[in-house]
């Protein structure tokens, strides 16, 4: 998992700034496809795209998030060379929260900003049992989120392909503990949605810990996906923390 775990839908090459989108639990770099069209020139997107789905559907998963995101921070340091940021929503906030300490580690400078999305902050992880669940349970926890078309998982075999990825990322997600890290300099946003389920406005504001640069707090309309029928708003968002 080194080059494989990036997916780069525009090529800006003169770019001014790497973003790189981290997504959800469950989630494959597809989600960020339409999201270029939408930024300026001067910002190249790089999707991150986990093992075990969509075009890595034979890649194994890792042992747990850190080994995870360590052979992220392989694929992300040429990008890390020059001005960066992440964008992380849901699991993909607390990935890019360790990806931007592994990334510092290896001697890359920080970002510009980092923007996480629909999670706590680490320190205040809730852990959970929802990989242990039956696939019944974990389809049940799949709609109460809003994440997932119904009609995909009806399908037997995609229905068992789909929650087998997202079993193993709610397992990543769940059995991570925060590491005392000191914290970032670099500016931090926060972005959620007014009726997540999983996520109040206090909450969110946990992320204040992880920085001492300026950090924010953005909320949008809707639940804990938001970002898909809010998209046009968070992108537009999205330019203005990174201008």
């Known amino acids: 998992m080194t080059e494989s775990s990036l997916r780069c839908f525009v090529p800006r090459p003169g770019a001014a700034l790497r973003l790189i989108c981290l997504p959800h639990g469950g989630g494959g770099a597809s989600m960020y496809a339409p999201w270029p069209e939408r930024l300026p020139p001067e910002i190249e997107l790089h999707a991150v795209q986990y093992p075990g789905r969509e075009d890595r559907l034979g ?12 052979t992220l921070a392989d694929a992300a340091m040429p990008l890390a060379h020059g001005r960066y940021a992440l964008f992380g ?10 990806l931007v300490h592994a990334l510092v580690a290896r001697g890359a400078p920080e970002p510009v900003r980092l ?11 809730r852990g959970g049992q929802v990989h242990r669940l039956d696939d019944d349970g974990l389809h049940k926890e ?3 989120l ?3 078309t119904p009609e995909v998982l009806e399908s037997r075999g995609l229905r068992a392909m789909i929650l087998k990825y997202v079993r193993e990322d709610y397992r990543l997600i769940e059995t991570y503990r925060a590491r005392d890290l000191p914290p970032l300099g670099c500016p931090v946003s926060v972005f959620l949605g007014d009726a997540d389920p999983d996520l109040t406005v206090a909450e969110a504001s946990g992320w204040r810990r992880v920085t001492q640069g300026p950090a924010e707090v953005r ?3 809707g639940g804990h996906f938001y970002l898909v029928p809010q998209r046009h708003a968070v992108i537009a968002a999205l330019r203005r923390a990174l201008a």
């Open 59 to 70: 890649d194994p998963f890792p042992e747990n998030l850190g080994a995870l995101v360590d």
């Open 89 to 98: 929503h849901s699991m993909g906030a607390t990935v890019a929260y360790e």
């Open 115 to 125: 923007v996480v999305s629909g999670r706590e902050a680490p320190h205040d992880e």
């Open 142 to 144: 799949l709609m109460r």
């Open 146 to 148: 809003g994440g997932t």
């Open 219 to 221: 909320v949008f309309r």
